[in-house]
């Protein structure tokens, strides 16, 4: 069984950088797609924000975030990370690590309900 458990998350000011780090265990499928999701205050829907997958190391960005994200992966500790630069206020909320068995994620990767494995969030939250 593959369990996610996120770190990293904390008080911020505006234009600062955090580093969230999601350390994976139990994988049993031989590549998977990971993403960070954000759900912002007070939003039901979770915003699929960074992708990695781990069959080709290609990477994933949603518009809102792309040029200030980074997502990555220490494969030796079966680590996602997600740097994040130049912190705005939208970029508070709730960040999930979620995985998925599969190859091709760029057809994929942003979508929550393609993703059975979750860990229990890390909260942002950006201020000035």
């Known amino acids: 069984q593959v369990q996610l458990v996120e770190a990293g998350g904390e008080s911020v000011q505006t234009g600062g950088s955090l580093r969230l780090s999601c350390r994976a265990s139990g994988f049993t499928a031989s590549y998977y797609c990971t993403t960070w999701f954000r759900q912002a205050p007070g939003a039901t829907q979770r915003e699929g924000v960074a992708?990695?997958?781990?069959?080709?190391?290609?990477?994933y960005y949603s518009d809102s975030v792309k040029g200030r994200f980074i997502v990555s992966r220490d494969s030796t500790k079966n680590i996602l990370y997600l740097q994040m630069h130049n912190q705005t206020s939208d970029v508070t909320g709730m960040y999930y690590c979620a995985a998925g068995p599969g190859t091709r994620c760029a057809q994929w990767w942003s979508v929550r309900e393609n993703f059975r494995t979750w860990g229990q969030g890390t909260q942002v939250t950006v201020s000035s």
């Open positions: 992708g990695f997958a781990t069959y080709t190391g290609d990477t």
